[in-house]
């Protein structure tokens, strides 16, 4: 609702005001949220400090459903019985917002405190030859383990990527009579298991012969499980394009291919990086895989048809079992090195996506 005010100023003086009504709420409204929110508050704090019910069960069994209980009565009080439905959805909803922050924060500041520790320049160039679980921090480090990992997935990328992509094409803009069967096999692919996907290369390739246990070894298995996040997510953003591109570029006399090529995935080109992310972070922690298809070592191997290759995921599983707190300090360090290189990988992409795009306008 609006209302239009003239004032003998002239036409600059009107001024169009609009009015919210619903910004507008009565002082007993804010008291009864006032009250639905430190009603509950108090209660568990005294609970949490003068009882010996543990924190995490105040907060999960006492908390929420005093917090769910005192918003559904304060709604019942101001606007009747539909406001309880609307007060359990926004309490829920704030909850599972901090919940998630509150996750994500202290999985990010564990890693960070823990992993201080052992990070320093040389543990980020060294390798392991030479070096055992009790060795002090002083010596060793993950470089070896970082060019695994750097390989494996380079060559997972290489064969995931073009062949996630092409399949949303086909998907998308081919429409073939065989697309209900490529979408189900891309869906169904999307719930094979880590370890399935190591123990299916180990099985047909390392086992027959065909290659020993290697990077390349590593980033097939890695590559069965990139592609249908590729393929899927592609899929979607390819489906946003709209079809007056498709169509003005045919009407023009372009061929279909040279309007996929030249139209619709240099517009979708953002959506397809970020794709390509979400496969990356998809595969890069998988361990299962790697364990059986690349197997480890301790030291720096850049063939990827060479020997048994050393990856992070490996580091960390064979350190942070380990009953010496310095190799558990290793594993904490490659862990952070790890969400250090996604990061970089991420910006990275982000950035040259954006500088395509933006000499692109």
């Known amino acids: 609702m609006s209302t239009v005010t003239y004032q003998p100023g002239g036409p600059e003086s009107m001024v169009q005001s609009p009015q919210r009504p619903w910004r507008h709420k009565p002082p007993s409204f804010t008291l009864a949220v006032g009250l639905a929110v430190a009603i509950p508050a108090l209660i568990s704090t005294g609970l949490f400090f003068f009882s010996p019910i543990p924190g995490a069960l105040v907060l999960t069994v006492i908390y929420f459903p005093l917090q769910i209980v005192a918003s ?3 709604a019942w009080s101001t606007r009747g019985v539909r406001g309880i439905a609307d007060s359990v959805i926004i309490v829920n909803a704030i909850g599972s917002t901090v919940f998630s ?3 994500l924060v202290s999985l990010i500041g564990s890693l960070i405190v823990r992993g201080l520790r052992a990070l320093s320049a040389h543990f980020i160039y060294q390798n392991s030859v030479y070096i055992n679980p ?3 921090l002083d010596y060793g480090g993950i470089g070896h383990a970082l060019v695994g990992t750097i390989l494996v997935v380079a060559i997972a990328s290489l064969l995931a990527v073009p062949i996630g992509i092409a399949t949303a094409v086909y998907i998308t803009e081919v429409r073939g009579k065989a697309v209900p069967y490529v979408r189900f096999f891309v869906q169904a692919m999307s719930g094979v298991p880590s370890v399935v996907a190591g123990l299916f290369i180990l099985t047909i390739a390392v086992s027959t012969g ?3 246990q290697n990077a390349f070894a590593g980033g097939l298995a890695y590559a069965i499980l990139m592609l249908p996040t590729v393929a899927r997510t592609a899929e979607e953003v390819l489906k946003l394009i709209p079809d007056e591109l498709r169509t003005g570029a045919l009407a023009l006399g372009s061929t279909r291919a040279r309007t996929v090529m030249r139209v619709v995935l240099p517009a979708a080109k953002t959506g397809i990086i970020t794709a390509i992310l ?15 298809a690349a197997g480890n070592n301790d030291g720096t ?3 990827p048809f060479g020997q048994a290759i050393a990856s992070i995921p490996v580091y960390i599983f064979n350190n942070v079992a380990v009953p010496y707190p310095d190799a558990v300090a290793r594993a904490w360090g490659a862990a ?4 250090i290189l996604i990061a970089i990988l991420f910006t990275l992409a982000r950035v040259l996506g954006r500088g395509r795009v933006g000499r692109a306008k």
């Open 134 to 136: 009790s060795t002090p």
């Open 278 to 292: 979400l496969g990356i972070a998809r595969v890069i922690g998988e361990t299962a895989p790697l364990l059986l």
């Open 336 to 339: 952070l090195a790890l969400m």
């Open 101 to 103: 922050i509150v996750v």
């Open 210 to 212: 065909w290659f020993s």
């Open 72 to 74: 559904g009565i304060a």
């Open 301 to 303: 191997v850049i063939n």
